[in-house]
């Protein structure tokens, strides 16, 4: 049996959930909640990052972060389910993957700022940098939605955009129509998104 070590919150930790039951795997796996900020988490001694998700394997081995456990997964499920093995459509992926969790890094900065620091400490100039991020990434997508799809950049999408009605409060909907629209149909056509929502 897998271990999955994640958080119901994490972006990249239901990132793998879905991707794990597209490919047909996720009974294979055991999740066990983690907390990053607890020193006595078992996480520390796992990932030396005390980051997650991470992955332990049957042989003691453990993975991390999400891109090399969903390619993992991948692997096991037979290859080239979730991340394309045909070159030109596997870079396009990667590459949609790449600004969909650097478009979560922005954003959990951004939490990590208020949740870590007292009021005093925090940095107005660090947040803008970060806010500006999730801007532009947005726009981007905007300008530009990919094909609804069930590869990994389509669910780093849905699992970024997941974030931030998380923790934003829902705030990009009323400027992005056409990510709406696009997440709307991914949930339709992907049961794993709703079944791996926060709660």
Known sequence: MLKLRSSPASPFGRKVKIAAKLLGVF??????????TEPDDP???????????ALELGDGATLFDSRVIVEYL???????????????????ALRLQALCDGLCDAALLQVYEFRMRA???????????????????????EASPPPV?????????????????????GRWRDEHPRLVTWLDAFAA????????APH
């Open 43 to 53: 996480i520390r001694a796992l990932n030396p990052l005390g980051k997650i998700p």
């Open 149 to 169: 799809g069930q590869g990994i950049g389509e669910i780093a999408l849905a699992c970024a955009l997941g974030y931030l009605d998380l923790r934003f409060e």
């Open 189 to 196: 056509a992907t049961p794993a998104y709703a079944e791996t």
């Open 27 to 36: 009974e294979r796996i055991e999740v066990v909640a983690t907390s990053t």
């Open 74 to 92: 991948d692997h096991l499920a037979g290859g080239g389910r979730v991340i394309p093995a045909e070159p030109e459509e596997r870079f396009a």
């Open 119 to 141: 009021e005093g400490e925090r940095s107005q100039n660090w947040l803008d940098l970060q806010a500006g991020k999730v801007t532009r990434t947005l726009a981007a997508l």
